[in-house]
């Protein structure tokens, strides 16, 4: 079992950064694959970012360049370094965790975190 809890989100303007996090629980975090996804309102849920458990990163192509995934094992937390941001990037975030490949389905994914709300502003 894994709980997630993600932090990091808020309001800001456009071109800000924001730095969301997601710590996680347990003692096998490394070999989990971790995932953030995104909701904006009335919208589906989609896939923004994954780091595998050998660091092989996929981003979706609407935040390539701008948004950062990275990990830390040591300290069980998964990050997302969003620069540049944009009003269509408000939305939920969520992180995900699974033990499965670097994929960017939803349904791959086992355990999820609350959300965490980002509003960009124009």
């Known amino acids: 079992q894994v709980q997630l809890v993600e932090s990091g989100g808020g309001l800001v303007q456009t071109e800000g950064s924001l730095r969301l996090s997601c710590a996680a629980s347990?003692?096998?975090?490394?070999?989990?694959?971790m995932a953030w996804f995104r909701q904006a309102p009335g919208k589906e849920r989609e896939f923004v970012a994954v780091i595998g458990t050998t660091a092989t990163r996929f981003y979706t192509d609407s935040v390539k360049g701008r948004f950062t995934i990275s990990r830390d094992n040591a300290e069980n937390t998964v990050y997302l370094q969003m620069n540049s941001l944009k009003p269509e990037d408000t939305a939920v975030y969520y992180c995900?965790?699974?033990?499965?490949?670097?994929?960017?389905?939803?349904?791959?994914?086992?355990?999820w975190g609350q959300g965490t709300q980002v509003t960009v502003s124009s």
């Open positions: 347990g003692r096998t975090f490394s070999s989990y694959t």
């Open positions: 995900a965790a699974g033990r499965v490949g670097a994929v960017v389905s939803a349904n791959a994914y086992s355990y």
